[in-house]
C-alpha cells in the first residue's frame, strides 16, 4: 500500500519514480481474479509484463516523457478500481464463509428446517438466512435423524395383518384388485391425487384346473395316491400339460450339482425317469430345468416339512420372467403380436405334491443308498430309479389351464426439486398364493409405511434431489410378472431415468443377519447402510458391528447370489438398471412361503416375536440408501466395484489360455477391454472429484455416465426377444461369461462338444460389449484414447 500511495502522490509530480506491472489471471476454481502488483525502482528497465490466464500477452512499457501524465492518470484509475475491487471481494468472501458450512456443496441449514426436524415446531431464521430460506436443504445427518423419528410412529405389523387377512388375493383374482385399490387410496392420502397413478396388463397365467393326479402303475394295475384337501389345489404354474410314466429317482435339491452327483451313483441314466426334489436351495424353475437337460419325462417337489406334512408349496416352473407367451414384449391390452412363447418353457411335466405324498412315493426304492447329505426331515432310503418291484413305475398326470388375466400396477411418486426426471424407484410384489404374511404382506406394509414416511419428511422441509416412486406389482407369484411388462413397456426410456430399483419382496424371513443380492454398484450404499442402521435384535450395535463380529468380511456374510425369480434379477439383467434386494434371515430358512402356512402368526413366531422392530429395521435400511441416491450431488453409485468383478472374470477365462491358444483364439483384447474399463471408471473418479458441484450441467453429465454403467453391459449383440437376459456378467445365454466358461470346459473336456467358432464369436461379443462400457463411461466421443 505504501508503493500504491506513492504511485498515486507522484500523479502531480515531474518525473515517474516506479512503475506497476499487475495480472488479472482468471482462477479456475472460481474464486474471482488474482491481483499481482510489483514495483519497479530501475527506470533503465525496458519493458516488464506477463503472460494472462487466457493466453493474453499484457505489457506495460516504461513512461515516456511526451505521455507521462496521461500513464499516470490511466495507472491511477486502474489501481482505485482494483483496491476497490479487493476490498469489496474480501468482504464479500468473509461473508459467505461465515456463512458456509464446511462442505461448501451443501447449503447451510436454516434453524426453521432444523427445528422442524427435532422437535417438529419452527421459530425464526438468524438474518443472515433470510434471504436464502427457501433455497436452504438439510445436511444427512439431519435427514437421517427425521427418519428415524418419523419411523417410531410405525405399525408395520398391524399393517401387516391387515394386508395379509384379506380376502384371497392371488394373481388377478377379485382379492388382489380390492389389495390394488386399498393400496391407491394409501398413496393418494399420502401423495396427493395428481401423484398417483396405475396400469393394467393382460397376461397368460396357467391355473389349476381338474385336480391333477398321481399314480403307482404296475404291468397289471394302477393306484392313485390320495393328495389332503389342503394339498391337491396346489400346482406348479406354467408345467407343460398331459400325462407321463417312467421310474422314480430322488435327486436332492435338484441342483446342477445334484445331478451331477446323480450320475456318478445310479446304475443306467435318468432319461425318461421322474424326479423327486426337495423344496429350497434354487426356485422351482431351476429345477425343472436341470432336470429336462438330463432329459427327464417329469419332475415331483415337495416341502422337507418336519410337521405340517399335508402342506404342499405353489410356485412356477417358467425359467424366465414376466408373460412367457410375450417374451421381451409388454403386454398392454394395445399390443397385439403374434401367437409366440417363451424359451424358458418346459417341455416336460412338473407338479408340487405333500410331505406325506412324497414319503408314500419313496417307499420300497431300489438303487444305491441314499447319501448322507441327501437327507433331511423325509428321504428314501434308496435313490432309485425305481421301485424294488421293478415293474412298478410312477404315472404323473397334469391337467393345468392356461387363461387370460388382467392384473393392474400402483404407483405413487414425490417429485424431485432439481432432477425430477430421474428415479428412485422402490417395489414389492402385492398378490400370493394364501395368506402371504411375508411372501408379500411385509413387503406391502413398508411400501406404505415408506411413502408415508417420506412424504412427512418432504412436509418438514426435506427437499429430494431426485424422483421417489413406490410401485405395488402383481403377479409377483408367476415370476414377477407385474414388474416385468411393466419395465418391458418403457425399456426404451427406464435406462435413462431410474437410477436405481430397491426391492421389498421377502424382506422379512428372520431377524438375525442380513442378506442382499444385486448389482455390485449397489453394494457401498448397503455397507453404509448397515453402519448407520441399529441392530433389530440388539440395540447396542449397528447391523454392520453385529454381522462383522461373525464374519469379518461383510460382504462373505451378507451377499448371496441373484435369485432368478425375483424383480432385482429383471430390473438388473433385462433392463440394466442398478438394483438391490435385502432380506433379514436366520440359519434356518423360512419354508412357508408359497403355502396356506405363511400367516402373520407364523412370522411373528418365526422371528422371536420381533416383527415390528426388524421390519423397521429394514423399513431404515432402505430409508437410509433412499436419501442418500436423492440427497448427494453425485449419484453415490460404486462404478468402481466393476473393475473388480471385470477381474475375476479375466481369471476365469485365463484358465482356459491353453484351449484358445490351440485354436489360434487369444484373450488378449479382452483384457485390453479390462483395462479400458479400468481407467476410464479411474478417471471419471478423478474428474468427479475435481469438479464444481454447484455446476449443475457438468454434474448431471456425471451422473448420466454413472447410472448407465449397468445398462452398458447389457449386449447389443443379441436379441431382446431371443435372448431377455441380456447382461454380460448376470445373464444365462451363450454370450455371457458363465456361457462362455461353460463352453470352454466342454472344449476341454471333448473337443466334438462345442463348435469352436461360437466360442470365438461370443468371445468378441464379451470383449466389445466391455470395450463399450468403458467408452460410455468416458463420457464424449472425443475423451475416448484406447488403441482398438
Known sequence: MDSARSIVSNLFGNEPRSYTRFSLARQIDGDGSRVEMKLAGNENDEEVGEVMAD???TRIEK?????????????????????????????????????????????????????????????????????NEEDSNLYFPDIKKMLQENLKSSKLVDEIWKVSNMNNHETGTDGDHQLAHYILTNLTDYLGETNVWSDSHYVNLQVSGTPNKIKIASNVSQQEISQESKNSPVYCAYSETGAFKGKLVYANYGTKADFEDLTKMVVGTISGTI??????????????????????????????????????????????????????????????FPPTKSSGLPGILAHSISTNTAAKLFSSMSGPSTPDAWKGAVFPSKIGPGHE?????????????????????????????????HYILIGAQRDSYGPGAAESGVGTALLLELARVFSKMVQDGFKPRRSIIFASWSGGAFGSVGATEWLEGFMSMLHLKVCAYFSLDKAVLGGDMIKAFGSPLMFSLIENAMMGVKSPM???????????????EWEKAVLTPIPMDTSVYAFLVIGGIPSVGLRFAKENSYQYNGTMLDTTDKLI????????????????????????????HHLPLDYRRYTDELVNVAMKIDEYNEELNNYKLDAMWFFSAKGDYYRAAQALEDETKQSDLTNVLLTRSHNNRIMRVEYNFLSTFVSQSSCPFRH????????????????LKLLRENRNLTDINLIRTDLAYATWTIQGAANALSGEIWTIKNIF
Request: with cysteine.
Open 55 to 57: 493466453g493474453m500477452d
Open 538 to 552: 440388539q440395540s447396542s450395535e449397528t447391523i454392520y458391528e453385529r454381522t462383522t463380529a461373525r464374519n469379518h
Open 389 to 421: 418291484k421293478n415293474e412298478m413305475e410312477v404315472m404323473l398326470e397334469v391337467n393345468n389351464v392356461n387363461t387370460v388375466k388382467q392384473i393392474h400396477n400402483v404407483f405413487g411418486v414425490i417429485k424431485g426439486n432439481e432432477e425430477p426426471d
Open 605 to 632: 413366531t418365526f422371528v422371536d416375536h420381533r416383527l415390528e422392530e426388524v421390519s423397521r429395521a429394514m423399513a431404515e435400511m432402505i430409508g437410509h440408501m433412499v436419501i442418500k441416491l436423492t440427497h448427494d
Open 728 to 743: 454380460l456378467l448376470y445373464g444365462n445365454a451363450n454370450h455371457t461369461i458363465s456361457g462362455i466358461v461353460e463352453r
Open 275 to 336: 424326479v423327486i426334489v426337495r423344496a429350497g436351495i434354487i426356485s422351482f424353475a431351476e429345477k425343472v430345468y436341470n432336470a429336462e437337460k438330463m432329459k427327464a419325462g417329469a419332475v415331483l417337489i415337495y416341502p422337507d416339512f418336519e410337521y405340517f406334512r399335508d402342506i404342499a408349496i405353489f410356485g412356477h416352473v417358467h425359467a424366465g420372467l414376466g408373460d412367457p407367451f410375450t417374451p421381451g414384449f409388454p403386454s398392454f391390452n394395445h399390443t397385439q
Open 63 to 131: 513512461p515516456q516523457n511526451n505521455v507521462k501524465n496521461l500513464c499516470r492518470l490511466i495507472t491511477a484509475i486502474l489501481l482505485i478500481f482494483l483496491i476497490g475491487f479487493l476490498v469489496g471481494y474480501l468482504a464479500f468472501r468473509g461473508r459467505m464463509q461465515k456463512g458456509s458450512p464446511i462442505n461448501p456443496t451443501i447449503p447451510p441449514l436454516s434453524s426453521e428446517a432444523l427445528s422442524k426436524s427435532s422437535t417438529g415446531s419452527s421459530t425464526e431464521a438468524p438474518d443472515d438466512y433470510q434471504d
